[in-house]
C-alpha cells in the first residue's frame, strides 16, 4: 500500500506570494492532517479535515487555510507568505478522526521564504 | 493544558549500549501515546503506540516503551542501539479530549548521536 505523499518536496518562495502544498492520503484513509516543523517552535498543529470538513484547527492565523477534495485528498494554502513561514511541512493521514487512530506521515514540504 | 515534555535535548550512546528516551505528559483524559522518529530530511515513522492494555508495548526496529500512568510518563528504550538509530525521537499525545481529535501534541524532541 503506498503511503502518504507529498508534493510538492521543495519550494522557495519570496515574501508576499502564496502557495499552496498537496497531500494524497493513504489510500482509505479519509483524514488529513497538516503540521508545521520549525526549529524554534517544533511541530506545531496546523487543522486536520475528515469528509471535505475541517474537524479541528491550531492556533495558527487565517492566512493558513486548508481544504480536503471529495477523494481525500487535502490542500494547504499559505497567503501573504513572511519569512517566519519557513519549515517542514507535513500531512499525516488517518482512517478516521478519532485520537485513537494512527497517523502516518508524508515525507514533508520544505518551503523556504525569502 | 495538554503538553509533553522531553527533557533531553541530545543524547550520545555508544554503538551496542542501552537507550532510554524520557517523556511525560500533561492530558485531561485518557492518553493515547506515541513515539516518532524523524531521520534528516524525513517525514516521521511510527516506532510504536499505546492505546490500552499491556502498559509495556513493543514497537518495530527493537524498541519499546513502557506507559507509567502515576508518573505520566511514557519512556522510550532499546537495549542495544545501532548506529542507524542515529536520528531525532518525538514522543507525542493524541486522544479525545476537548475536541481534540485528530490533533497529536508533540514533544520537542530527543536528537540521538551514536558513538562508533
Known amino acids: 500500500k503506498a503511503g502518504v505523499t507529498q508534493t510538492p518536496r521543495y519550494l522557495i518562495k519570496t515574501r508576499g506570494q502564496q502557495v499552496t502544498l498537496s497531500c494524497s492520503p493513504i489510500s482509505g484513509h479519509r483524514s488529513v492532517s497538516w503540521y508545521q516543523q520549525t526549529p524554534g517552535q517544533g511541530l506545531q498543529f496546523l487543522f486536520e479535515?475528515?469528509?471535505?470538513?475541517?474537524?479541528n484547527k491550531g492556533n495558527f492565523p487565517g492566512r493558513f487555510s486548508g481544504r480536503q477534495f471529495s477523494n481525500s485528498r487535502s490542500e494547504m494554502n499559505v497567503s501573504t507568505l513572511e519569512l517566519g513561514d519557513s519549515a517542514l511541512y507535513l500531512c499525516?493521514?488517518?482512517?478516521?478522526?478519532?485520537?485513537?487512530?494512527?497517523?502516518?506521515f508524508g515525507p514533508g514540504t520544505r518551503l523556504l521564504v525569502l | 493544558a495538554q503538553s509533553v515534555t522531553q527533557p533531553d535535548i541530545h543524547i550520545t550512546v555508544s554503538e551496542g549500549a542501552s537507550l532510554e528516551l524520557r517523556c511525560n505528559y500533561s492530558y485531561g483524559a485518557t492518553p493515547y501515546l506515541f513515539w516518532y522518529v524523524q531521520s534528516p530530511g524525513q517525514g516521521l515513522q511510527l516506532l510504536l503506540k499505546y492505546f490500552s492494555g499491556d502498559t509495556l508495548v513493543q514497537g518495530i526496529k527493537g524498541f519499546e516503551a513502557e506507559f507509567k500512568r502515576s508518573q505520566s510518563s511514557f519512556n522510550l528504550r532499546k537495549p542495544s542501539v545501532h548506529w542507524s538509530d542515529a536520528a531525532e525521537y518525538f514522543c507525542a499525545v493524541g486522544g479525545n479530549y476537548g475536541g481534540s481529535q485528530g490533533n497529536l501534541i508533540f514533544g520537542k524532541g530527543t536528537k540521538l548521536s551514536v558513538k562508533p
Open positions: 479535515y475528515f469528509s471535505e470538513t475541517q474537524r
Open positions: 499525516a493521514s488517518s482512517r478516521s478522526t478519532s485520537g485513537q487512530e494512527t497517523q502516518y
